[in-house]
């Protein structure tokens, strides 16, 4: 484990922190849903009294002990700041951004963009956004198969279950915003770049 963190890795998660909880304010915004643990607590905070990043803090905190089982206290911890700044940044940028009016194309689309290059700074300084983004980043790890793909396997699920939620038109908005998020992913990044912050510069050390 690094440590302490250096200012080029923290520079990098609070980036992708940003990113990432300002996509969700967009998805919200819209009244859509995305995929992986961001998704679930979005869909969840559409029918019980509880505010997004509660949810979202709590569905990850399972994923945290993979994480240090699989991935090293290093990116645990790092995963642990990441998934408590999307919660509490959420929550803040929730309330100052206001829409009169969001398309939700538009909001997919932008809010999937910006939640796939948050994510992306999360997985190159060392971290991810809990949940099923840690799993993801494993079987790429062990197997070759793309995080994105096993990201977009899982957003097909919770898809499936927001059938019983939202209106058909905005689970297809939704659907782009996900495929958005996860190509960009797909595009973008290689489990290589893992831990590096720099495209090519070293290998991940995973096993």
């Not at 520079?11 to 679930?40: D, R």
């Not at 709590?58 to 090293?72: D, H, K, V, Y």
């Not at 206290?73 to 642990?80: L, P, Y």
Request: proline share 2%; with cysteine; charged share 10%.
């Amino acid at each position: 484990m690094k440590s302490p963190v250096s200012l080029f890795d923290l520079q990098g998660l609070i980036f992708g922190i940003l990113l990432a909880s300002l996509g969700i304010v967009l998805l919200k915004s819209a009244g859509l849903v995305t995929g992986q643990t961001a998704g679930l607590a979005l869909l969840l905070s559409y029918v019980l009294p509880l505010d997004f990043g509660w949810l979202f803090f709590l569905i990850s905190t399972p994923f945290l002990i993979l994480a240090w089982q699989r991935r090293g206290a290093g990116f645990a911890i790092r995963t642990v700041a990441v998934v408590i700044g999307i919660s509490a940044l959420s929550q803040l940028l929730g309330e100052v951004i206001v829409f009169d009016r969001l398309d939700p194309l538009a909001g997919a689309i932008l809010g999937g963009a910006c939640a796939g290059v948050g994510l992306i700074a999360a997985f190159r300084h060392n971290a991810s956004a809990g949940g099923m983004t840690i799993l993801a980043l494993i079987i790429e790890a062990r197997t070759g198969f793309k995080a994105g793909w096993v990201q977009l396997i899982v957003d097909a699920a919770i898809f499936a279950v927001s059938t019983l939620v939202l209106d058909w038109n905005l689970i297809l908005y939704s659907l782009v915003g996900a495929v958005t998020t996860n190509m960009i992913i797909v595009w973008n990044f290689d489990v290589e770049q893992s831990g590096t912050g720099r495209p090519g510069y070293g290998k991940s050390g995973l096993k």
